[in-house]
């Protein structure tokens, strides 16, 4: 089903928006897929924030490979911080790992509840988990559950996709792209051209 709903949006971004057409006959298909294991995905979220990609990459190599791929609640809980901070883990990101595990564990965060509530309620359970902020919840809903009509406007490669695509002379502001977004008619499908602006920064 996701399939088809990307092809629509490829489909409706072309005949709304000219300049994004042309990013999309560069770039070939969206490959945006569904993630199946949620929670994996936001401890991979929390690690890699403020981290280049190589770094992040090492550490969630190690993270996961400690608990032999399967890094579960209860079995992070019972881990001692310095272990977890021999895997690579700062002491702040140590705190934001198990307070999303505590979460879980506890009921308060019931991923599979969660994936049927609407985005604005997803972004509102995940960012009273300390160390998940309004930008990755947005990515977990565009990578994760494939909500297609997400905007991260403070993203700094939307920005930098937004300046590039339509030729502005500064990065723009949140206000610059809702407007961007509207004139171009990217509605119901933002997911789809934020995947293109990311992908703009690679042609």
Known sequence: MISGQIENGILHLRKKDPRLSRIISMSGSCSLKRRRYHLY???????YQQLSGKAADSIISRFFGYYRGKPEPAGILATKDIILKNLGLSNQKIKYIKDLS?????GEINLRKLSTASDEEIIDRLTAVKGIGTWTAQMFLI???NRLNVLPVN???IKKGVMKVYNLKKLPDEQKIITIARRNNWAP???????????????
């Open 155 to 157: 993203d700094l490669g």
């Open 102 to 106: 505590s979460r879980v564990m506890s």
């Open 41 to 47: 995905a936001l401890f991979r979220a929390i690690i």
């Open 143 to 145: 990578f994760s559950l």
């Open 189 to 203: 499908y933002c997911s789809i051209a934020s995947w293109y602006l990311w992908k703009s920064l690679e042609l």
